[in-house]
């Protein structure tokens, strides 16, 4: 269900994600589905072999890395399913065994025991990977510009220097697919010197928008199994290119597809672009009339980080769904769409999709000032351009939320607490705590709970990623306890530092008006709004902040926000 490869050669195999499990009494239920339950098959596959080859006649060695490439070069793959979801393919047990029989007969794991792969990858700070990962627009390595991958070999422990410098070992390449293009078709290592292979991919058999993933494999030669055989293989160079939708005058920045049928258990893939000036997007999943549909769809940003929410439509209950993107989400670069037909599907499920984007550009980016006299409603105003093509009418509303505020925290502790107050003005808090991504790798686990001033937990939740949102609606006004558990991959604590946002959302929040505008393309437009009620006083160190809204009122409903922040404090 997880782990899917492209930046990594990854997963090396697969094996179940779903079985009947030994729960704790609190369960409700003991079918459980994840890596907790793929990875032990992968342990007693492992287990099997090492106490075959342990009373096999005669006993054979007991070698990691020979085992492991057993259990690769013998794994049956899947149809429809790509090398990133399923790498070499399902484990077969009895098959490894005999590939690593005939390894240890060869005495491989006396020599080369493993190979170490480095190539250009922009999607790496230092600029090198282990595989070829393009999603960067539509650039790939290309004819006049190919790729050049080094495979390092890694020698047994205890091989002599002067083997070491004699080694020599030629090997015959090939690829699975007809797009990745070799400039030879063999390479050799000699000592330790690296080979090197050039390889670019073929442009006229990329021109459809989506994802490309094959490898280049590298057959052992001049042996008793030369020959393009699966126990010959020696090592693999994965190849991924992504495609993406681009967005622009000529499709008036909207995609839509075809029907998308899916059989139970597989999945679609659909990358796009962000466009230039694009201020929202809505992401829409529909049912195709008259067909079964129960489908999922989850929506990544261009780090693979999944968006909160996502998208799932069902015959007889939810035909429609949508997510909207705001311009402040919107991180440039190629984002993700997954569609996913769950494997407990009964039949073949269908759906189509919609990529929109609207370009309304409101100058300021935050709204921080108004006007208002005693007596008065306050007002405030903003430029609007419509970057895109089409007139567009919006109405311009929002709401004034309530108190919000920015701090940071520094800390060398296993638990963080922080005690903040809820009035009975205040309907719920949200806190959003975020770790730059080098300190989030400190941690195996990071734990935020709420808690009553007796220490009971009201809300336990936890970070998957480097950041990270929890709204907490409080039982009654009064006092609570923020509490921060990180679990360190260190055996003692370090020190760690996050930015807090806390925001506190009144129970009757302060509507904005505007009115109705018609935007036409590249005229700048002055935008007028009154606050319908009186600023409250901020605490210090808090400002007052909610949302302007640019709703078109279109079929489509695109909503175009701006932050509001006013600092109405006795001090500011």
């Given amino acids: 269900f997880s782990s899917r490869g492209g930046e990594v ?87 490894a065994f005999e590939f690593y029989t ?65 080694f020599y070992r030629a090997y015959e390449l090939d690829t699975n697919v007809d797009w990745i293009k070799l400039e030879k078709k063999n ?33 052992r030669k001049g042996n008793v199994f030369s020959g393009n055989d699966k126990k010959d293989i020696e090592f693999e160079l994965m190849c991924t290119v992504i495609v993406p939708l681009q967005f622009n005058d000529a499709n008036n920045y909207r995609w839509s597809s075809d029907a998308i049928r899916l059989n139970p258990g597989e999945i679609k893939r659909i990358y796009f672009d962000i466009p230039y000036k694009a201020s929202a997007a809505n992401i829409n999943l529909q049912a195709v009339p008259g067909e079964y549909t129960r489908l999922q769809g989850y929506l990544f940003d261009p780090d693979g980080r999944e968006w909160e929410d996502g998208l799932i439509i069902e015959s007889d209950k ?39 984007f609207s370009g309304l550009d409101a100058s300021p980016k935050t709204i921080n000032y108004v006007t208002y006299q005693n007596g008065s409603k306050p007002e405030g105003s903003l430029k609007v351009i419509n970057r895109y093509n089409d007139k567009m009418e919006a109405r311009v509303s929002g709401d004034i939320h309530g108190f919000q505020r920015e701090r940071y925290i520094q800390d060398n502790t ?61 039982p009654a006004s009064g006092s609570y306890i923020l509490q921060l558990v990180p679990a360190f991959a260190t055996h003692e604590a370090k020190a760690w530092s996050a930015s807090l946002t ?45 949302e302007l809204w640019l709703d078109s009122q279109d079929a489509q409903r695109f909503r175009t926000t701006i932050p509001v922040e006013l600092f109405t404090g006795l001090n500011d």
């Fill in 502 to 546: 806390e925001s506190y959302y009144l129970f009757s929040e302060i509507n904005i008006d505007g009115g109705i505008y018609s935007f036409y393309p590249d005229v700048v437009k002055n935008i007028e709004f009154t606050i319908e009620g009186v600023l409250p006083v901020a605490p210090e160190d808090y400002y007052v902040f909610g």
């Fill in 414 to 474: 296993e638990k963080y607490e922080y005690m903040f107050d809820v009035s009975e003005d205040f309907d719920k808090v949200q806190f959003t705590i975020e770790l730059k991504p080098n300190i989030f790798n400190y941690f195996t686990d990071f734990a935020i709970n709420l808690l009553d001033t007796e220490g009971k937990a009201l809300l336990a939740d936890g970070m998957s990623y480097h950041k990270k949102t929890i709204t907490f609606i409080p």
């Fill in 102 to 166: 005939s390894f240890v007969e060869r005495d491989d794991h006396k020599k080369v025991t493993a190979y170490d792969i480095r190539t250009e990858s922009p999607a790496y700070e230092s600029g090198s990977g282990s595989t070829a990962y393009w999603r960067f627009g539509n650039y790939f390595p290309h004819v006049l510009d190919q790729q050049r991958f080094y495979v390092n070999p890694v020698f047994a422990k205890n091989m002599q220097p002067d083997d070491i410098n004699n």
């Fill in 187 to 219: 390479t050799y290592i000699k000592g330790e010197g690296p080979a090197s292979i050039d390889i670019y991919f073929d442009k006229s058999k990329l021109d459809n928008p989506g994802l490309y993933n094959g490898k280049v494999y590298a057959y």
């Fill in 9 to 95: 050669n990854k997963p090396d195999i697969i094996t179940p994600g779903a079985a009947a499990s030994t729960v704790p009494p609190f369960s409700s239920r003991d079918v459980m589905g994840g890596t907790s339950m793929a990875s032990p098959q992968a342990a007693g596959a492992m287990a099997l072999l090492m106490s075959a080859a342990y009373q096999n006649e005669p006993a054979m060695p007991i070698h990691g890395p020979t085992i492991k490439k057993a259990i690769k070069n013998s794994a049956e793959p899947l149809p429809a399913y790509l090398p990133i979801d399923q790498g070499s393919g399902v484990i077969n047990v009895v098959k």
């Fill in 318 to 356: 939810q035909l429609t769904d949508k997510v909207q993107l705001n311009y402040q989400d919107m991180a440039p670069g190629t984002w993700e769409l997954v569609l996913y037909a769950s494997f407990t599907n009964e039949k073949t499920v269908s759906g189509t999709a919609q990529i929109l």
